[in-house]
Each structure stands twice: as structure tokens, then as C-alpha cells.
């Protein structure tokens, strides 16, 4: 018969931790300095901060070079404060 209060209490404990955080998993980063990583794969997480213990996201798997452009050139055309156009 399965045990069902062990069950419950590592979803109990899962939560607590996701609700409550910090909850560090993978690697500790060093963000008092800039992080720079040597190839593409190096960079893939789980990261949280070696100070606070505070998660870091993670990119996406896949990034849309296309979007990321146009969404960078549609916050660059949105007027300013003070009424002065983007560049």
C-alpha cells in the first residue's frame, strides 16, 4: 500500500519552499561581479545568487532573435518622458 503521508509531506515541503523561497537549486553565482559564461551550454541553468540565495531565471530554451529585434525596436520608437521621441 503506498504511503501516502510521506507523499504529502514532500508536496508539503515542495511548496512551502516554492511559496516561502529562497529555495537554491543548481549552481551558486557570484553576481557582485559580471557573470560572463564561455559557451551557450555553460550558461544554462538552474543559477541562484551565492549572496541572498535568491533564485536566477533561466533563459528560455530557444530565443526568437526576430522578436527580441522588434520588440527592442518598438521600445526605442515609444515616446519618452518629457515627450522626447526614442532614437
Not at 557573470?35 to 533564485?55: I, K, L, M, N, R
Amino acid at each position: 500500500m503506498p504511503d501516502f503521508h510521506q507523499a504529502r509531506e514532500r508536496m508539503q515541503d515542495a511548496l512551502a519552499q516554492e511559496l516561502a523561497g529562497p529555495k537554491p537549486l543548481g549552481k551558486p553565482l557570484d553576481l557582485t561581479k559580471p557573470v560572463v559564461f564561455t559557451t551557450w551550454e555553460e550558461s544554462w541553468g538552474p543559477w541562484y545568487d551565492a549572496a541572498t540565495g535568491e533564485e536566477q531565471q533561466a533563459l528560455p530554451d530557444k530565443l526568437d532573435s526576430d522578436k527580441l529585434m522588434r520588440d527592442l525596436q518598438d521600445f526605442l520608437r515609444k515616446p519618452r518622458e518629457g515627450g522626447e521621441e526614442g532614437r
